[in-house]
């Protein structure tokens, strides 16, 4: 039943306490072997491990995990703010598929911390941030180990899906806030995210053990949820009026760098704002799809030969230039997609509850009323 249960909300039996497994491998790495010191921009250190992680029929019995920093003149104190999960594939150029190797028992994973540019951080406060912050961390690799499984299960991808989830994970939106987070929202929105926000969201409900009884008030403020709230109240009014025109300033800014000429009224400013943007995300996950592609170095010189792959990416081009004349319709057309993938997470993270943990104080009285109903 229990079983059952994981799996009609997305959480895969023994994930969580997979995580918790993982977490407690990893600070047992850092404490034994530290960090190279001092910690600094782009300092980084891995550790291979044997591990024990069983998730249903996906078992891990190596890890590779990258600890990452980078340094930033803005935070005060260390940040989480990355982690990732890579497979070994390989390439299959007739159906323009990544093939997962599946290496039986092997995996590789990375976390990304900030820290303070002009403050010495040592091994230990590493530490310490994550022994403070098992929960967050927990969660974080309960979510990279269910990429892991899904990449396990399904055993492929497509290119043109990398190429599309790579394009929005790298769009940085030329420093505008209100267009980091609108690709945010189409980051979460991607099907490899959403096969693994139950997850994260159902290991921080283990580690807070929130029961049937706090469920309603966990789930309301949980970050996860809110943001798939934000994603199905999201319209293209709001967005255009609330967020983008907000930032005005910085987009004439953007214009006046980018030598555009500075339109007269919001609506020209909105539409010539939506062109530079969609031409630059388009072009960049063409760039991605065409490095994807490229088998050779006569490749990226002289173009494809193969016809069938000319065919692929020529259909490709077009597909990825859709809204070209027409870009406010690409951002019309991702928000009402964004609002079905909100509706449907909030639903889907409501049955969370189904796995919640019985309220003790409710099963006291349970107890009770069936002990004096049968002994009298």
Do not use: C, W
């Amino acid at each position: 039943m229990k079983r059952r249960l994981s799996e009609e909300v997305g959480v895969p039996q023994g994930i969580i306490d997979a995580g918790k497994i993982l977490y407690y491998y990893v600070v047992k790495q850092i404490k034994s072997k530290g960090l190279d010191e001092p910690i600094s921009e782009n300092s980084d250190k891995t550790f291979t491990f044997k591990s024990n992680i069983h998730i249903l029929d996906f078992n891990i019995v190596k890890v590779r995990m990258s600890i990452q920093f980078m340094t930033h003149g803005g935070v005060d104190d260390i940040m989480l703010i990355q982690a990732g999960f890579s497979s070994k594939s390989r390439q299959d150029y007739g159906k323009f598929l990544f093939i997962s190797d599946n290496q039986v028992g092997f995996s590789e994973f990375k976390i990304k911390f900030v820290v303070p540019e002009n403050k010495e951080i040592t091994t230990e406060d590493i530490i310490n941030y994550i022994e403070n912050n098992e929960t967050k961390m927990t969660s974080t690799l309960s979510h990279e180990l269910k990429h892991a499984y899904d990449d396990f299960v399904k055993g492929f991808e497509s290119m043109s899906d990398r190429a599309d989830y790579a394009s929005i994970t790298s769009f940085h939106g030329f420093g505008l806030e209100s267009i980091r987070n609108f690709f945010h929202l189409l980051y979460l929105g991607t099907n490899a995210e959403i096969l693994v926000k139950p997850t994260e969201v159902a290991s921080r409900m283990n580690s807070n053990e929130i029961n049937k009884l706090s469920f309603l008030e966990f789930l309301l403020n949980d970050e996860t949820y809110r943001e798939f709230k934000q994603m199905s109240e999201l319209t293209y009014g709001s967005f255009v009026h609330d967020e983008i025109l907000q930032d005005k300033k910085n987009i004439v800014n953007l214009f006046t760098r980018s030598n555009i000429n500075i339109p007269n009224s919001d609506s020209e400013l909105i539409n010539q704002l939506f062109h530079f943007l969609y031409v630059e995300y388009s072009t960049n996950k063409i760039e991605i799809l065409n490095d994807i592609l490229t088998e050779n170095i006569r490749e990226s010189f002289f173009g494809f030969t193969i016809p069938e792959k000319v065919e692929y990416f020529e259909r490709k081009v077009k597909e990825f230039s859709k809204y070209e004349k027409n870009p406010s319709e690409f951002f019309k057309n991702r928000i009402k997609y964004l609002n079905f993938v909100g509706e449907k997470m909030m639903k889907k993270l409501g049955k969370l509850y189904s796995i919640a943990k019985d309220d003790t104080k409710k099963s006291d009285i349970i107890n009770k009323i069936y002990n004096k109903v049968n002994n009298g």
